[in-house]
């Protein structure tokens, strides 16, 4: 696709216009960060895997209802998907004990939460997505109330529908990163729906037989190849080749493009529910 105008740059991902005004082009980028980019390299392939596992799970998490933001794969690299306001807020949602859980509070890491747990960042790199609670969104305007209570809602299930998915092929889905943007209809009317992506960039997997990390933890911490750990959960999930697409340091980009596209053909279908009945507090 020819290049468009670019709308915003990130660490892992630069998003441009769309083909129309309701969407925009999500660009896979290559690049790994940690400790809020202090630590970077440029990882053949990274970018690859992360499109198309993200891909594969927004689809499946739209067909149990969760509304989504992908519409469909463009290449090996790029994704369409709609075009929302995103709010300002990560959700994280917590099985077991692991990364800035363990610092803070002294646990074990591998420990069983007795319930998951959703903690609340605010997306903001300059002052590092700091942890925040209910009554900061509130009050400074971050999300209204009733648009908290459906990203929490569509928390919970993400949760346990991704739970069953990677316990059926062997990984123990530990904790991950969710972001939400608003959708808003013709006429008004106000949709929340799940955006930005879910791939081992910002999921912690655990190999459920030997504990090995598969996430983006095996760059952060040094713990091995970072890009055979997402081979290895792509190919459990059925998405590429069992020999691999990255293979000597390098994309095999004759055998990427010739990949299964991925379409959400339930977005196209499915009737959004509203949320709210007025627009939502601005930010302060």
């Not at 895997?49 to 499946?60: E, F, G, Q, V």
């Not at 790029?78 to 610092?103: F, M, T, Y």
């Not at 062997?170 to 949709?191: C, P």
Request: net charge negative.
């Amino acid at each position: 696709m020819s290049r468009r105008k670019m709308i915003y740059d990130g660490k892992a991902k630069t998003i441009y216009e769309g083909p129309d005004q309701h969407t925009y082009i999500q660009y896979f980028k290559d690049d790994a960060t940690a400790f809020n980019a202090e630590k970077h390299a440029v990882i053949a392939g990274k970018g690859v895997l992360n499109n198309r596992i993200s891909a594969h799970l927004m689809t499946k998490l739209e067909s149990i209802g969760i509304p989504t933001h992908f519409i469909r794969s463009i290449n090996m690299r790029e994704q369409l998907v709609r075009r929302v306001d995103i709010i300002p807020i990560e959700l994280v949602v917590r099985n077991v004990a692991a990364g800035s859980l363990v610092k803070r509070l002294g646990l074990k890491e591998g420990e069983i939460l007795p319930r998951p747990l959703i903690e609340y960042y605010y997306k903001n790199d300059s002052l590092g997505d700091p942890l925040i609670g209910e009554e900061h969104i509130i009050t400074l305007g971050w999300a209204d109330p009733y648009e908290l209570d459906e990203m929490v809602s569509m928390a919970w299930r993400i949760n346990d529908y991704l739970n069953g998915l990677f316990a059926g092929i062997g990984l123990r889905l530990i904790d991950f990163k969710l972001e939400f943007g608003r959708l808003w209809g013709e006429h008004g009317e106000l949709y929340i729906i799940l955006a930005d992506e879910i791939s081992p960039d910002n999921c912690r997997l655990w190999d459920a037989k030997s504990g090995e990390k598969l996430d983006k933890d095996r760059f952060r911490f040094d713990l091995g190849d970072l890009v055979e750990g997402y081979q290895y959960i792509a190919q459990k999930l059925g998405l590429i080749p069992e020999g691999g697409i990255i293979q000597g340091g390098s994309v095999n980009e004759q055998l990427a493009e010739k990949l299964d596209a991925i379409e959400n053909r339930l977005a196209q279908e499915r009737k959004l529910r509203e949320v709210g009945k007025k627009p939502p507090g601005k930010p302060r």
